[in-house]
């Protein structure tokens, strides 16, 4: 059994924390966080959220880094060597993250787009009402209008980190993003607090209204800190994997899971209040909000093109680590499964990806005829691996953990480190009763809300 000294992994504990923090900020924390707190009462929904992330969120975090560190293998022979004779949830988990980075990809490509407009000064035409509609479906004159080339070169940078490998792409590149990333939000954030009028809107963000207090409070923030920390994507298996022996994995995942939440509370102290002050608190969830809300918030703020530049190199940072991550798991699968040389298999995922992703680039103009489900293909996507089927892959590893292999399999593996495993307790009753029923019910909700019958 390979392990994180003999496979290649991170050299330091910090590159280890910055590129698995990196992983787990994403979009997520940008388009959704602040939507969902504006909607279930501010400060109750944080403080919510804020228990989830200690409890549920650590629990679910502690079993991949354990099941990847323990294994020394990426999430499909992970899995499938605890499954056994059940190798389907190993495949399931190696289709998460390919299917996921193909369209991550694509709008990391609109994120790229956004981010060099405002550079050049092209920000209101990014304000304008239909932009976002016209460049997402290529009807726009001009190369560089379509989303394609953006795609391409979004894709492109993504592949050539993660040929790199770990040590000199995915950690080099973490500590210097994940850093520009908190320099970039606090800057924001700093900036917003002295808007005249904002008061209101951080009265807005962080005023508890317990009587929003309810099943959809939890629920909406069970999700999102589900898909926040980029569990069941086999990212954090795959890290996990790359983990040195003495590194203690119960701090490791506070700290990501604290670093995470963090950046999302900075998130929404960034956008919820703008939102509220300069657009009419239009707040709404997903790329409406990156795309189309938020360039006309900057060009009714003070100094707008400056603030939108730095708000889409933000964004694109925390997009990029999460890309970044998506592949090497996918990649990993390769390299560990089949003996697959680094570099064949960046090329491999990188055309999976690029065929993929032009599905969902495309999905908006010239393929819109094409819908799964009454959805274009990006829609589709996401739908299917966030709300079926990491819920599922979640589920199965906590039936795996918790009651077939037991949970002192992970619990070994954290005390192995020499280091005292402090919320073991807690951690039982979490993986084997408490995270469970949380898988079912995301799913449920997930499920459900696709469709209309039931939306948070």
């Known amino acids: 059994m390979e392990t994180a000294e003999t496979r290649g992994g991170f050299s330091s504990r910090l590159g280890f924390i910055l590129a698995t923090a990196g992983a787990a900020v994403g979009l997520g924390n940008l388009w959704r966080f602040p939507y969902l707190a504006e909607e279930y009462g501010g400060g109750i929904f944080l403080l919510v959220y804020l228990i989830l992330v200690v409890t549920f969120g650590v629990a679910m975090l502690i079993t991949e880094l354990a099941v990847g560190r323990r294994t020394g293998k990426s999430c499909f022979d992970a899995l499938m060597e605890l499954a056994g004779k059940h190798p389907i949830i190993g495949w399931v988990a190696t289709l998460v993250p390919l299917i996921i980075v193909s369209y991550y990809c694509v709008i990391g490509g609109w994120v790229t787009k956004y981010f060099a407009d405002y550079v050049v000064g092209s920000g209101s035409d990014l304000a304008s009402s239909g932009f976002f509609g016209d460049f997402s479906a290529a009807a726009l004159p001009g190369l560089f209008d379509s989303p394609v080339p953006w795609f391409l070169i979004y ?166 680590t999460s890309s970044i991550a998506l592949l090497e798991a996918v990649v990993a699968v390769l390299k560990d499964r089949w003996n697959i040389q680094r570099v064949r298999a960046c090329l491999i995922v990188g055309l999976l990806i690029i065929a993929l992703g032009m ?75 408490v995270c469970p029923i949380f898988m079912v019910l995301i799913l449920i909700v997930g499920v459900t809300g696709a469709f209309g019958i039931y939306t948070i």
């Open 155 to 320: 894709a492109g940078l993504t592949i050539v980190v993660v040929l790199f490998g770990v040590e000199k792409g995915i950690e080099r590149i973490s500590k210097i993003l994940m850093p520009a990333l908190f320099v970039i939000l606090i800057a924001i954030c700093a900036y917003v607090l002295t808007l005249p009028g904002i008061s209101e809107g951080l009265s807005y963000y962080l005023t508890p209204d317990f009587d929003k207090l309810s099943f959809k409070t939890i629920a909406g923030a069970m999700g999102q800190l589900f898909y926040s920390l980029s569990i069941a994507m086999g990212i954090t298996i795959a890290y996990g994997s790359y983990m040195r022996k003495q590194e203690n994995i119960e701090k490791s995942a506070y700290t990501i899971a604290l670093t995470d939440t963090s950046v999302a509370f900075l998130a929404g102290l960034m956008v919820v209040p703008t939102v509220v002050v300069f657009g009419g608190g239009n707040i709404t969830s997903g790329p409406g909000l990156m795309f189309q809300t938020m360039p006309i918030v900057f060009e009714s703020m003070p100094a707008g093109d400056a603030v939108g530049a730095a708000f889409f190199l933000l964004t694109f940072i925390a997009a990029l």
């Open 359 to 433: 599905l969902s680039c495309l999905g908006y103009g010239p393929l819109d005829m094409i819908q799964i489900l009454g959805m274009p293909f990006l829609d589709f996507f996401d739908f299917i691996t966030n709300s079926v089927m990491m819920p599922l892959v979640a589920l199965i590893t906590c039936i795996l953990v918790g009651w077939v292999v037991k949970t002192r399999y992970v619990t070994e593996e954290v005390e192995s480190s020499g280091c005292r495993f402090r919320t073991k307790p807690l951690y039982h009753i979490m993986v084997r009763y």
